[in-house]
């Protein structure tokens, strides 16, 4: 069974940090790209940043600058360090994991992200 579990959310003030994890089981973590997508209420699912098997990364220009993506492979996880939060940055925050050369995906549950004081 694949799954990927995500961990980190909360409530958080605005201009705080939050470090979310993705934990992930029943795949080749290393045969993977991995990223981190958002939904925030009443809009539309969107990708927040992504990091090859390689460690290259991609950035959703609102989060540049200030989210860091990374993974640790032996232990099969991927963070998402956000800095400078915004209430803007508010949102279901989802794992992802698309293996190399395969037209499928994996998604976690999500965890919620509460950016407000």
């Known amino acids: 069974q694949v799954q990927l579990v995500e961990s980190g959310g909360g409530l958080v003030q605005p201009g705080g940090s939050l470090r979310l994890s993705c934990a992930a089981s029943?795949?080749?973590?290393?045969?993977?790209?991995m990223a981190w997508y958002r939904q925030a209420p009443g809009k539309q699912r969107e990708l927040v940043a992504s990091?090859?098997?390689?460690?290259?990364?991609n950035y959703a220009d609102s989060v540049k600058g200030r989210s860091t993506i990374s993974r640790d492979n032996a232990k099969k996880t991927v963070y998402l360090q956000m800095n400078s939060l915004k209430p803007e940055d508010t949102a279901v925050y989802y794992c992802?994991?698309?293996?190399?050369?395969?037209?499928?995906?994996?998604w976690g549950k999500g965890t919620l992200v509460t950016v407000s004081s």
């Open positions: 992802n994991a698309q293996p190399i050369a395969l037209r499928i995906n994996y």
């Open positions: 029943g795949i080749i973590f290393n045969h993977n790209t």
């Open positions: 990091i090859t098997s390689g460690g290259s990364t």
